[in-house]
């Protein structure tokens, strides 16, 4: 697509369910790439038009999503999928964990030394980014494609292999309610 046919803000979000946490999971991939697209189309949308509401606006999604749904969706790999699977040694599975737990922590550096780009456009405090600013925000973006790849093609499916139905229910529950989507059993509220 061309700068000039570029249009913001754009995300939109596919669904998944708590009852079917991998399809959530999954979910939350297509999400993490739409956002990534909508920063890239903010990029350059930036450079052909300027900033403007949309680019704003744009930016405060890029900022919402990476904010609040990627850390949840990280802590949901850490407490419900990493653990069975390095529970189950496999030699090469081991491997692939470790790197994308080591990748966690590089995507949360990266975003912390991305973002104020970021906020400092969705709150008008500037109108252009600096190429320091873009090299941030190319790095944070790059660390995507081999990770999300891994885990869609290696990962899940052995999770899924792993985790009975009721662990699946589980995890799902544990997800719903870190999210506050649902009442922990007895809280008394009406």
């Avoid at 802590?75 to 999928?81: F, I, K, P, T, Y």
Wanted: hydrophobic share 40%; charged share 30%; glycine share 8%.
């Amino acid at each position: 697509m061309s700068a000039s046919r570029v249009s913001l803000p754009g995300l939109r979000s596919p669904g998944g369910g708590f009852d079917e946490p991998f399809a959530m999971l999954d979910a939350c991939h297509e999400r993490v790439r739409r956002s990534l697209d909508l920063l890239a189309r903010l990029r350059a949308y930036l450079h052909d038009k300027g900033c403007d509401d949309s680019a704003r606006q744009a930016a405060r999604d890029v900022l919402r999503y990476f904010d609040i749904a990627a850390p949840l969706h990280h802590q949901d790999e850490e407490l419900h999928v990493f653990p069975p699977l390095l529970a189950q040694g496999d030699a090469q599975v081991v491997q692939w964990v470790r790197q994308l737990q080591r990748d966690h922590v590089d995507m949360a550096r990266h975003w912390a030394a991305a973002r104020g780009a970021l906020q400092a456009l969705a709150d008008g405090e500037i109108t252009q980014w600096t190429a320091q600013q873009e090299a941030l925000l190319e790095r944070f973006g790059a660390g995507y494609d081999e990770h999300l790849r891994r885990e869609d093609c290696d990962i899940y499916p052995a999770a899924r292999a792993v985790l009975d139905r009721q662990a699946e229910q589980a995890m799902g529950a544990e997800m719903a309610q870190r999210r506050g989507a649902v009442r922990p059993p007895g809280d008394g509220r009406r």
